[in-house]
Structure formats: C-alpha cells, structure tokens
T-cell receptor, first 112, second 113 residues
Framework: NAGVTQTPKFQVLKTGQSMTLQCAQD?????MYWYRQDPGMGLRLIYY???????DKGEVPNGYNVSRLNKREFSLRLESAAPSQTSVYFC???????????FGSGTQLSVL | GENVEQHPSTLSVQEGDSAVIKCTYS??????FPWYKQELGKRPQLIID?????GEKKDQRIAVTLNKTAKHFSLHITETQPEDSAVYFC????????????FGRGTSLIVHP
C-alpha cells in the first residue's frame, strides 16, 4: 500500500516547454487535489477532482490543465511553462470516511 | 470564498517551552479545522483536527481550541522537543459537499535544544 505516488520528484524546464506531473493513489479514494507550495504562501489549490470524471478549478488554475484519467490517477499538465510556475507541487487524495488529506511526496519544479 | 490568516509566520522557542499558533477564518459556514505538520523536505501530514461542535481537543502534547464566535482557532504544543521543529499549516473547510480546505500560509516552528 504505497498511498499517494507522485512523479517526477524533480524537474527543470525551460520557459515554453510542456510537461505532465503524474499522481496515483491506491487507497480507492474519490477525491484528488493538486496544490502548489511557494515560500510564505502556504498550500494553494490549483485543481481538484471530487470524483472520477469531474474536475474543477481551485484558487490558482491559470496555466494548468488536469485529467482525472480514472479513479486512481490525476495528472497536472503545464502546456507552456513560465518562471512563475517554479514551485513545489503536491498531489493529495481523500477518502469517504473523513476529511483527512493524504499527500504525495511532492515535485520540485524549476522553470528557467 | 474562505480566507485563513495564520500567525506568527516564524516561532522560535527553547526546548520544553510551549508554542501557540493562531489562525482566523472568514466563512461562518466552515465547520472543520485541521492542522498539518510538514517536516523539512517532507509531505504535509495531519496531526490533529477539530470540528465546530467542540471547543477543545487534546492529543498528548498537542491541543487545538476553537472560538466560533470570534472565528479563530489555535494550536498549542506543550513541552516542545527538537522533533517538533517543522512548518505547521492550519486550514478551514466545510465538511459538506465538495471538501475544499483553505490553508493558512504556515508557521515555521524552531525548537532550540
């Protein structure tokens, strides 16, 4: 039981490049989230998926797209990376029993 | 939407002292208030939470208090230890419908041996 798995752990991009961050959970959770963490800014919600087949914007969605591929997987795509997207990205999931969020180990992304 | 303010941004204490982190929220519909701890280079993990139907909850050396009227809640850590050093995040959410917690900006707690 691995919990929430994110890949890659580190990535360096040039401005304008695209990439997809992968997230998978093996806890049969319905809800999944993507957050970004910047110094002094806390955890800000980019997109979330309340259940398979649905996605909704969070607080900072501009420049990102998401896909809830199936119940296990929720990916985050940067179509044209910008330096302002340099951040640490966390995926999280939540089950049906309570409100506890389970976070992945994070992706440190640098856009040059 | 919900707005969560967290203070202080940095807190430095001596081992054995108590530490208090305070948060305020704006949406009276919020009824669930979790606290997450993030050690350096690690993922955030839930350490304690409180619901709006109680005023205080304890778990060994940590406790949370909630004042619904004033819309503020606090994390209390007693007898701090070096392993308590981490960033702590408060959050507020409504537990009905789509669960979308709003996080505070975090408090970096440093416990000096």
């Amino acid at each position: 039981n691995a919990g929430v798995t994110q890949t890659p752990k580190f990535q360096v991009l040039k401005t304008g490049q695209s990439m997809t961050l992968q997230c998978a959970q093996d806890m049969n959770h319905n809800s999944m989230y993507w957050y970004r963490q910047d110094p002094g800014m806390g955890l800000r919600l980019i997109y979330y998926s309340a259940s398979e087949g649905t996605t909704d914007k969070g607080e900072v969605p501009n420049g990102y797209n998401v896909s809830r591929l199936n119940k296990r997987e929720f990916s985050l795509r940067l179509e044209s990376a910008a330096p302002s997207q340099t951040s640490v990205y966390f995926c999280a999931s939540r089950g049906q029993i309570n409100e506890k969020l389970f976070f992945g180990s994070g992706t440190q992304l640098s856009v040059l | 939407g919900e707005n969560v303010e967290q203070h202080p941004s940095t807190l430095s204490v001596q081992e054995g002292d108590s530490a208090v982190i305070k948060c305020t929220y704006s949406d009276s519909a919020s009824n669930y208030f979790p606290w997450y701890k993030q050690e350096l280079g690690k993922r955030p993990q839930l350490i304690i939470d409180i619901r709006s139907n109680v005023g205080e909850k304890k778990d060994q050396r940590i406790a949370v208090t909630l004042n619904k009227t004033a819309k503020h809640f606090s994390l209390h850590i007693t007898e701090t230890q070096p392993e308590d050093s981490a960033v702590y995040f408060c959050a507020a959410a409504s537990s009905g419908g789509s669960y979308i917690p709003t996080f505070g900006r975090g408090t970096s707690l440093i416990v000096h041996p």
